[in-house]
């Protein structure tokens, strides 16, 4: 394994020329920033932050982050404002937008690297009136804290975690962030550690120090926040899938693990796939991001109460105007009947209750081996299109968040199957009818 990771860190740790070319766009964008700030007396200064500023940035994928400090007392709407214009006239010539977090903050790209100005507040440790307000603290501690190996650990385990698809705090991945890695090694001390240790983690265990009780399936504390636990933004998923993918390094370490493993698609299940999609108006990827997950979760409860057995859903957009709501369907065709299960016979009141709201209109009804009371109901409908379709048309608010309604409101479609997918579209599509990629591993 020391062969192998050894040989990973040579790949993943930038060449001075990248570190002289990553530097030069940081400085620009930093002095374009600072430029700005001058005109602002609620702003007390910049800094860097992030993967750059603590030195554990990949040579391929690096962002660069710039922090502005504003005063404690600076309301919320001049925070937002000013971040907000201070960013788009810094990085005017660079085709800025705004991205949002807790609060909004600005990006653009600068040749082939991400510019993010992020506001905080200049607060004391604890006293947090933003979550941007943590980041400076994490810099200067992962800066004290960090040896110079342990950077480089931090490199090799962003690489693993990236090639194996759970890598990313964004909400359209729910992965592991660049400071949860940074948090990994160290605890555990090296990329090696952190692989024998999350290969054989417990249930519910704790990284870290805390006397807070959290209900996540593993806990991760960030040092600056014994109250805060950095796993409640990381999916179960990709949890299972890190930890899968950790013991099946651990028993056969091997450079196909560094190499975006995919799965093959299974071609016998595309007709159970059911596709909903719809055109929205342009906003941030985060905001729409989190309405189309939430729109997915809120529709499979709705198709399960149809009797439609979802077996994965998921959600996809191209950020710019297409969104997809895609469900794994155990079946997009069910009986027209379904049973109905009663009390039992000796509840008194609640089996008389059951029998007279039933009988009616049930199509038979018996007593159980069991003792309870079923009832044999017809379904309105049998077929996955046609009770989506109406389910939307007549139901729309219950459905999904309210920021999407305008969206569905000027029209929607709904499919089976990969015909009308694009390319990119059928790849997001496929996954929901393929193996998970680190279960592979163990083939």
Avoid: C
Avoid at 169 to 177: D, H, L, P
Avoid at 334 to 346: A, D, L, Q, R, V
């Amino acid at each position: 394994m020391k062969e192998l990771i050894s040989k990973i860190q040579k790949s993943v740790v930038p060449t001075k020329t990248i570190e002289k070319s990553k530097s030069k766009i940081a400085d620009l964008a930093f002095k374009l920033v600072e430029n700005e700030i001058a005109k602002y007396p609620e702003v007390l200064g910049l800094e860097f932050g992030g993967s750059y500023a603590k030195g554990t940035w990949l040579s391929k994928d690096a962002d660069v982050d710039i922090f502005v400090k504003f005063k404690k007392n600076t309301s919320e709407e001049k925070f937002e404002q000013i971040s907000k214009k201070i960013g788009f006239d810094a990085l005017k010539s660079y085709s800025p937008y705004v991205r949002y977090s807790e609060h909004p903050y600005v990006e653009a790209k600068i040749k082939d690297t991400k510019i993010n100005v992020v506001p905080f507040y200049d607060v004391k440790l604890g006293e947090w009136k933003s979550s941007a307000d943590r980041s400076p603290f994490h810099t200067k501690f992962m800066g004290k804290s960090l040896t110079t190996k342990m950077r480089d650990e931090v490199r090799i385990l962003k690489t693993f975690l990236k090639s194996n698809g759970i890598y990313g705090a964004e909400i359209a991945k729910q992965g592991f962030s660049g400071y949860v890695s940074e948090v990994l090694i160290l605890n555990f001390g090296s990329f090696e550690n952190t692989i024998k240790s999350i290969s054989s983690i417990k249930e519910n265990q704790i990284i870290g120090k805390t006397t807070k009780k959290f209900g996540t399936s593993i806990v991760i504390i960030d040092p600056i926040d014994s109250n805060r636990n950095l796993a409640a933004a990381i999916s179960n998923e990709n949890v299972g899938k890190f930890i899968l993918v950790s013991r099946g390094f651990k028993e056969k370490p091997r450079l196909i693990f560094f190499k975006n493993k995919k799965s093959e698609t299974s071609k016998n299940y595309w007709n159970n796939l059911l596709v909903i999609k719809f055109n929205f108006k342009p906003r941030s990827p985060d905001v729409i991001w989190g309405q189309i997950k939430r729109a997915t979760t809120s529709l499979s409860t709705q198709l399960e109460l149809g009797g439609f057995n979802v077996l994965r859903s998921k959600a996809h957009t191209d950020q710019v105007k297409d969104a997809y709501l895609l469900f794994f369907l155990e079946s997009t065709k069910i009986s027209n009947t379904y049973s109905k299960n009663g009390p039992e016979f000796f509840r008194e009141n609640s089996s008389k209750s059951f029998i007279s709201k039933n009988l009616k209109n049930t199509e038979l009804m018996w007593i159980k081996t069991d003792g309870k009371i079923i009832s044999l109901e017809k379904r309105k409908h049998t077929d996955a299109v046609k009770f989506i379709t109406e389910f939307l048309k007549k139901n729309l608010q219950t459905g999904v968040p309210k920021g999407l309604l305008a969206d569905f409101k000027r029209g929607f479609g709904v499919s089976i199957g990969n015909k009308n997918l694009s390319k990119s579209i059928k790849e997001e599509a496929g996954e929901l009818i393929s193996t998970d990629g680190p279960l592979l591993y163990f083939n």
